[in-house]
């Protein structure tokens, strides 16, 4: 089986920052891309940031220039390094990643638990 498990999450004033984690593990032979989606209440769940195998990156453009993805290979870790945050940048945060299981040809998709931010002063 494999597990992404996220933290970082939080309470933090508008312009503040907070940063991300989630770190995949269990039986993974490779991972391809990772990501970052969100959900507000009432809203569809919207992807914020992904990166490649590559680390070739693409953002949404409601959070260019105030967020940074980055992974670490060795710890299957990604990061979202969140600046200047807004009061809608409030949401569930998950993490995704596109990861080949040992054993398994295909890659397949994963979902972490999600964790809350909360923007507000």
């Known amino acids: 089986q494999v597990q992404l498990v996220e933290s970082g999450g939080g309470l933090v004033q508008p312009g503040g920052s907070l940063r991300l984690s989630c770190a995949a593990s269990?039986?993974?032979?490779?991972?391809?891309?990772m990501g970052w989606y969100r959900q507000a209440p009432g809203k569809q769940r919207e992807l914020v940031a992904s990166?490649?195998?590559?680390?070739?990156?693409n953002y949404a453009d409601s959070v260019k220039g105030r967020f940074t993805i980055s992974r670490d290979n060795a710890k299957n870790t990604v990061y979202l390094q969140m600046n200047s945050l807004k009061p809608e940048d409030t949401a569930t945060y998950y993490c995704?990643?596109?990861?080949?299981?040992?054993?398994?040809?295909?890659?397949?998709?994963?979902w972490g638990q999600g964790t809350q931010v909360t923007v507000s002063s």
């Open positions: 990166i490649n195998s590559g680390g070739s990156t």
């Open positions: 269990g039986s993974i032979s490779s991972i391809n891309a």
């Open positions: 995704n990643g596109l990861i080949r299981r040992t054993g398994v040809q295909g890659y397949e998709f994963y």
